[in-house]
């Protein structure tokens, strides 16, 4: 019987970090380059519970349509025997898959190309040059505020107890002078990530970074979160306290995950 830690993993891998591949095809160069004209199909799958959980990444013409179930066919296969072999792989830990796809090795190359740069999520990158730095902090504010929401339609405890008393709530993330925005809708219960700044109405709360650089140091944790703030790194627009609960619930995304 798989874990409940490692299907928490593996959905939040499938709903939230697949889909910040999208981040690489529109803001790296390298790889956005790679897939113009590119129509392929990926899966990643593991067994469990005598059937198969995983995702299906569509890449077509330079855009990616991520679907939270593997396709029986593919031109791609990545399989793995367990859920936690499929998670230790994605982290770039020692889990060697079956690969369906060797007879497509140009295809394949650059999927594991693009599988590599998601590994500037990981908590000990530290990019030096200033574009890798911009991804970094872009991939993961853009995961995070997608696997918040999807933690809370999984039924965490800690984040259901957190969402099903508040109100309608925007707590927005944001990186001054860049393009990087993302935002939670709390609302009795239900939670909705987006990308860029939510106009209907104020934030509740808004956590608005100084920069890339001092966004580092907070995402790597060179800093506790209060040190942060009182230094400027981090603006704190609405409630202190809720901004310190969401960070919360980013760092430990950001350990499930990583």
């Known amino acids: 019987m798989t874990d409940k830690k490692e299907l928490l993993t593996a959905e939040l891998y499938i709903t939230a970090v697949f889909p910040v591949i999208k981040v690489l095809l529109k803001d790296d160069p390298a790889i956005a380059k790679k897939f113009e004209n590119v129509d392929v199909s990926v899966v990643f799958r593991a067994k469990h519970d005598g059937g198969y959980i995983g995702a299906t990444l569509i890449f077509k013409d330079g855009d990616l349509e991520v679907k939270p179930e593997p396709a029986e066919k593919a031109d791609i296969v990545f399989s793995f025997g367990s859920v936690k072999k499929m998670n230790t792989f994605l982290k770039g830990g020692a889990a060697l898959p079956s690969i369906k796809g060797f007879t497509k090795p140009g295809l394949l190359i650059k999927v594991i190309t693009t599988l590599l740069r998601l590994k500037l999520m990981m908590p000990n990158v530290r990019p030096k040059k200033e574009h890798e730095k911009y991804l970094k902090v872009k991939l993961v504010l853009y995961m995070v505020s997608t696997a918040l929401s999807k933690l ?25 002078g860049t393009d990087i925005a993302a935002y939670l809708r709390v609302k009795a219960g239900k939670t909705k990530a987006g990308r860029g700044f939510y106009q209907r109405k104020r934030p509740f709360v808004h956590m608005k970074f100084a920069n890339i650089d001092d966004a580092l140091k907070v995402l790597l944790k060179d800093v506790e979160f209060v040190e942060a703030v009182d230094n400027k790194y981090i603006e704190i627009i609405g409630s202190p306290e809720y901004a310190n609960m969401l960070n919360d619930f980013m760092m430990h995304i950001q350990a499930v995950t990583t």
Do not use: F, H
């Not at 809370?152 to 001054?176: C, F, H």
């Open 152 to 176: 809370n339609k999984l039924g965490d405890e800690k984040m259901v107890a957190w969402t099903s008393k508040q109100p309608d709530r925007i707590y927005q993330l944001s990186v001054d």
